[in-house]
């Protein structure tokens, strides 16, 4: 019995200690990048690439998905707020919804799936053929020419692609409640701009600020502290994706609580659907 | 063609690492290697796989960092350097890895280019040149600047690594098992480019191996590393140290067994050990 608490005790023990680490090591690959940052910008050549991968090629998968979270939301909205009789309310859950929580949470989650992961299947892959030590050996540092233009890319594109997948969503939502489920247009729109205002929209980009910077953090550390072969570069992917969503949702739940106290320190009435 | 002058290891070492210990979490991989590399000579580094040769050669570059000792190169203590220091002194380096480590993203010309892009501000023209020159004295042709690593052999990326290792006039050279996965003639081939890189460029170099026609070929000092796991608690592990010749007359067993390339009761011993694992 002794023997069996001695044991648990022990893997316990090297669980926390190993997250500790692993915490620890995260912080300071973060202020290592943040260091570069402020060091030494990367060159045109480095930066454009990335850029070009992380912003251009995600704008269909974004529009897309925040075409579709619009009129999933009109769907669903639709039928409670019709018992009600609040239907013409409907553009100002959309719309409020979509601005402040869904489009920066789901957006984010998409690009941590598509450029988080392969960001993470990239480094791995480089950091298994030993392509970052070359890196190293030739006296280029690996965090400034590998990590500050991904973690550029990531905090300036995901706030924009956050943009798009709201505007596709507005567009998305106001296409199935008005011409499918057949609410009058007028009263969708004016609902929408007497409830959903700057600070709705701005506070979802503030947002995607933090997990443009959190995605492109924990995918790169993952990607250089891959483990041998193609089954490590396999998880450093996973894990990269995994790590970064959890992260989105923490940082949401963090900001939204920030962010309403905000609100309520400068509108102390709030507003009202009903 | 190999130079050995006898006076060679009288001279102030340009690589000298003091009984340095290295440990990834408990597995010791180097343990109390002490090592001068004079100006000048080629120097071997031999031994089975496993034993510690790429590591001691990834620490003698920084990019591994010691457990414990000192790795100085040219007087400098390189853990004790800043980054940017450390990148200074990087340049004096050629690294030619095992794999060639050639970035896939880039083309073959961007490779060779890239430590010139780095750290000199030399024009566009006069990269082009450099990068043609080094290609040039590899045997490679003008044609495979723009091919990308992927479209090249083993042996043709292994020649890119070793131009792009020679673009900044390295004052020392390490190869990382340069002749593995390669065909007896290509292997001989980049022997041949060895000995001509250290004539031509007068480079220190250092070579981790285990081909035997290597070390013979080009090293006029070889090192034997054992595996600090076949050891006991109070033996060196360094068992070798001395010439090519010496090495072919030397009375330790584990050096000949090594050299001759015999299994011996390795076989045995490992079966055992699986079948006490799986007990």
């Known amino acids: ?274 | 063609m190999k130079d050995s002058s006898p006076t060679t290891r009288e001279q102030t070492p340009l690589v000298a690492v003091q009984n340095m210990h290295v440990t990834f979490g408990l597995q010791s991989v180097l343990r109390g290697v002490t090592l001068e590399v004079p100006l000048g000579q080629t120097l071997a580094i031999i031994g089975e796989s496993g034993c510690g040769k790429t590591v001691l050669l990834k620490t003698i570059i920084g990019l591994v960092r010691p457990t414990s000792g000192l790795v100085r190169f040219d007087g400098h203590n390189l853990a004790e350097l800043s980054d940017r220091e450390l990148t200074r002194q990087r340049v004096r380096f050629g690294y030619v890895f095992q794999n060639a480590a050639l970035f896939d993203s880039l083309t073959i010309g961007q490779n060779v280019a890239f430590p010139l892009r780095q750290h000199a501000s030399e024009s566009q023209s006069r990269i082009r040149e450099l990068v043609f020159a080094r290609l040039a004295e590899v045997g490679l042709p003008e044609s495979v600047v723009s091919k990308k690593p992927a479209e090249l052999s083993g042996g043709m990326r292994k020649r890119v690594g070793l131009a792009r290792a020679l673009i900044m006039s390295p004052e020392l050279m390490l190869y990382d098992e340069p002749t593995t996965g390669l065909d007896p003639i290509m292997s001989d081939v980049i022997n041949e480019l060895m000995l001509r890189t250290r004539i031509q460029h007068e480079v220190t170099s250092i070579i981790v191996t285990h081909d035997m026609r290597t070390a013979h070929k080009v090293a006029d000092r070889i090192v034997m590393i054992y595996p600090v796991s076949r050891l006991e608690p109070d033996e060196p592990q360094l068992i070798f140290d001395g010439t090519p010749d010496e090495l072919e007359t030397c009375g330790d067993e584990r050096v000949l067994q090594f050299v001759h390339g015999e299994a011996g009761e390795r076989l045995t011993e490992m079966q055992q050990t699986f079948s006490d694992r799986d007990l």
């Open chain 1, 1 to 274: 019995m002794a023997a069996i608490a001695h044991d648990l005790l022990t893997d316990w023990g090297t669980v926390v200690i190993n997250g500790i680490v692993a915490v620890g090591d995260l912080g300071i690959f973060c202020m290592r990048t943040i260091s570069w940052l402020f060091t030494r910008l990367p060159r045109r050549e480095t930066l454009l690439p990335n850029f070009y991968q992380v912003g251009v090629m995600s704008l269909p998968v974004v529009a897309l998905t925040g075409t579709f979270i619009g009129m999933v939301l009109a769907v669903q909205s639709y039928q409670q707020f019709r018992a009600l009789g609040l239907q013409t309310q409907l553009g100002a859950v959309i719309n409020m919804s979509l601005v402040r929580e869904l489009g920066p949470v789901l957006a984010a989650t998409m690009l941590a799936g598509r450029v988080g992961s392969s960001m993470a299947a990239e480094l791995g892959t480089m950091r298994v053929t030993e392509q970052i030590d070359a890196l190293s050996s030739m006296g280029a540092n690996p965090i400034h020419y590998l990590v500050v233009p991904r973690f550029l890319a990531c905090l300036f594109l995901i706030p924009t692609l956050t943009i798009m997948a709201d505007f596709m969503g507005v567009v998305g939502g106001y296409f199935f409640a008005v011409e499918i489920l057949g609410i009058d247009k007028h009263h969708y729109w004016h609902n929408s701009e007497q409830f959903v205002g700057v600070f709705d929209l701005l506070s979802g980009i503030f947002k995607s600020f933090f997990f443009g910077a959190a995605i492109a953090v924990i995918s790169c550390y993952r990607g250089f502290h891959c483990l041998p072969g193609a089954e490590g570069v396999g998880r450093a992917a996973t894990a990269a994706f995994v790590y970064s969503f959890v992260m989105i949702l923490m940082i949401d739940l963090f900001l939204t609580v920030m962010i309403n106290s905000v609100y309520e320190t400068l509108w102390p009435e709030g507003v009202s659907l009903i």
